[in-house]
Nanobody, 115 residues
Framework: QVQLVESGGGLVQAGGSLRLSCAAS????????MGWYRQAPGKQRELVAT???????TYADSVKGRFTISRENAKNTVYLQMNSLKPEDTAVYYC?????????WGQGTQVTVSS
């Protein structure tokens, strides 16, 4: 099994920045895509960004140019640098890890952006 623990969430003003971290432990696959999802109250969980083992990235249109996903494979850790935050970015952010077949989820970390 894989365990994912997110950290770095909090309350920030619009225009501010936060950096989320997610550390994976357990039976980590040799190759994996890690990513971030978010879910706001009353909304479906949406994909924010993904990053493959060799650092290929994808982003939701809503965060392109503002968020940057990165990873340190030696630490089994993925990061999400969030800049120019907007109130609509307010959500619980979930870390994910996908191996060959299984998708794992963290517990989530709250990000709140005040206007």
């Amino acid at each position: 099994q894989v365990q994912l623990v997110e950290s770095g969430g909090g309350l920030v003003q619009a225009g501010g920045s936060l950096r989320l971290s997610c550390a994976a432990s357990g039976s980590i696959p040799s190759f994996s895509t890690m990513g971030w999802y978010r879910q706001a109250p009353g909304k479906q969980r949406e994909l924010v960004a993904t990053i493959a083992t060799r650092y290929t990235t994808t982003y939701a249109d809503s965060v392109k140019g503002r968020f940057t996903i990165s990873r340190e494979n030696a630490k089994n850790t993925v990061y999400l640098q969030m800049n120019s935050l907007k109130p609509e970015d307010t959500a619980v952010y979930y870390c994910s890890l996908r191996g060959s077949v299984t998708l794992y989820w963290g517990q989530g970390t709250q990000v709140t952006v005040s206007s």
